[in-house]
């Protein structure tokens, strides 16, 4: 069984910065989808950043290209999601999410394990 445990948001500024983490029990294999989602209030879950596991095969959403990187920390089994230029739209409940193969689609539906994520709040 695999846990996501997220951390980091908070209360921040619009143009400020937000780094957040998801720890992942067990050991990942380089070929897992990780990916990060989010939920605005009474909006459906997006998709926002993913790679795999051994840091190929980065891809964002349109609407965070440019401002958001998704990276991880083998040593830590740690994902990451640093976020600069943070817009009062970013505003939502960020998700980690794994899937244990290569998933292209990427998709909320797709994916296996579920963090119960972390509330980012930008204000204008």
């Known amino acids: 069984q695999v846990q996501l445990v997220e951390s980091g948001g908070g209360l921040v500024q619009a143009g400020g910065s937000l780094r957040l983490s998801c720890e992942v029990s067990g050991r990942p294999f380089s070929s897992w989808t990780m990916a990060w989602f989010r939920q605005a209030p009474d909006k459906e879950r997006e998709f926002v950043a993913a790679s795999i596991w051994s840091g190929a095969s980065a891809s964002y959403a349109d609407s965070v290209k440019g401002r958001f990187t998704i990276s991880r920390d083998n040593a830590k089994n740690t994902l990451y999601l640093q976020m600069n230029s943070l817009k009062s739209e970013d505003t939502a409940v960020y998700y980690c999410?794994?899937?244990?193969?290569?998933?292209?689609?990427?998709?909320?539906?797709?994916?296996?394990?579920w963090g119960k994520g972390t509330l980012v709040t930008v204000s204008s």
């Open positions: 999410a794994t899937r244990a193969d290569y998933y292209s689609e990427l998709a909320a539906s797709g994916m296996d394990y």
